[in-house]
């Protein structure tokens, strides 16, 4: 088994580091005191690549794979967990309810380049205020109407809602039969009777665009189904399974990024005549989250390897969120405390990194529910 990263890997992982220290991290407090997203930094990513790594190139991708994501998602998370998870959404969920869709080769070619290469933003329209993670409660609703759909009903907790040009849509298509009739569109930003909602004001990643959106008689054109009725929950559960990784390796960063920044204040923080990391209790305590760390890193990079091996990687990507996202709360809520009165402070970062840890428990599968996914083989 080898646990050494690639040139190509090594290579990824310098340029989000360098990009992230350069140019996301001078603006971090005032992007989260003012919740101001910087397209910019977004552009300047997919100029660079960074939004297709893990696509075909006729996609608009750069044909590498999900390490190669998981490893730009992970270090751009140590700064700023708002970006990184509007860069999730669209390569992830947006990217992969076309890609784990019955898509034809032109629907592909239609709809991913856009978002993959060409800077657009892309979301992903599953949950509503009575569906979470009971998908059953879905409202939404489309209709059949000669060549068109017309949906009708509401999303929530959409990352990206407010900048988006393309969303991801899943609807039922018959009430009697719920979410067996569950299917996939792809409705673009202009279409008439859409409209984006009110953006919600969240605890953490405070930067990031998300909203409610909602559809009133929205017409389509029946060519813009990419998972046909009773097909389109197996296209949600399989993108899931793909955004786990990515929030895994966004909750992965930010205790890394926690972590670095107890163990420089420790070094530099005094007291009783000595720096704090002499002391042999902080030690031992920094040795446990240093552990739990490359503990959770390596379920990271082995559900991006088993993904990119095509291998069955639906519970590896469980394991890897519920196991990384408890430790970057840990390991976030344990900075504060080494840094004591500091920790609580605006500008020692650490305050916001926890915030933006506690998402990583809750979106794309709770941790309630990656335990609900790993139960199921434990007794079969």
């Given at each position: ?9 090594l ?48 996609y ?32 992830s ?54 060549d ?5 009903g509401?999303?929530c ?46 605890m ?18 029946a ?44 070094k530099?923080?005094q ?18 989250l ?8 390596y ?8 993904k ?15 196991v ?26 650490v ?10 428990q809750?979106?794309e ?10 139960a ?5």
């Amino acid at each position: 088994m080898n646990f050494e990263l690639n040139e190509q890997q090594l290579s990824i992982q310098k340029m989000a580091r360098e990009f992230t220290e350069k140019k996301v991290a001078p603006g971090i407090l005032e992007r989260d005191e003012t919740r101001e997203y910087d397209v910019g930094l977004y552009k300047e990513l997919s100029d660079m690549g960074f939004i297709g790594l893990p696509y075909a190139k006729e996609y608009g991708g750069q044909g590498l794979g999900y390490m190669e994501y998981a490893l730009a998602i992970e270090e751009i998370s140590k700064v700023d967990a708002s970006l990184s998870v509007s860069y999730s959404v669209s390569t992830s969920l947006y990217g992969g309810s076309l890609y784990f869709s019955e898509a034809t080769d032109e629907q592909l070619k239609r709809w991913m380049p856009p978002v993959m290469s060409g800077g657009h933003f892309g979301s992903f329209g599953l949950t509503e205020h009575t569906a979470g993670s009971d998908v059953a409660g879905m409202l939404t609703f489309a209709e059949r109407d000669g060549d068109e759909w017309v949906i009708n009903g509401s999303k929530c907790f959409i990352t990206n809602g407010p900048l988006s040009d393309y969303y991801a849509v899943y609807a039922l298509t018959d009430r009697e039969l719920g979410p067996k009739s569950m299917a996939t569109f792809i409705v673009e930003r202009n279409t008439p009777g859409f409209s984006i909602g009110a953006r919600h004001n969240t605890m953490g990643i405070r930067s990031a665009m998300v909203s409610e959106l909602h559809f009133d008689n929205v017409r389509i054109p029946a060519g813009n189904m990419i998972s046909s009725p009773g097909k389109g929950f197996a296209t949600a559960m399989k993108t899931l399974d793909g955004g786990r990784i990515g929030i895994a390796s966004q909750a992965l960063g930010i205790a890394e990024g926690a972590f670095e920044i107890a163990r420089q204040y420790m070094k530099q923080r005094q007291q009783f005549g000595k720096p704090i990391s002499k002391f042999q209790h902080l030690q031992f305590r920094m040795v446990d989250l240093a552990n739990q760390i490359e503990m959770a890193k390596y379920l990271v990079y082995k559900a991006a390897s088993d993904k990119d091996a095509h291998k069955p990687f639906s519970q590896a990507a469980a394991r890897a969120k519920l196991v990384a996202a408890e430790t970057a709360m840990h390991v976030a809520t344990d900075a504060v405390q080494m840094l004591g009165g500091n920790g609580y402070m605006k500008e020692y970062h650490v305050e916001r990194l926890m915030r933006d840890a506690k998402i990583t428990q809750i979106y794309e599968g709770t941790s309630e529910v990656q335990k609900i996914v790993l139960a199921k083989t434990l007794f079969d």
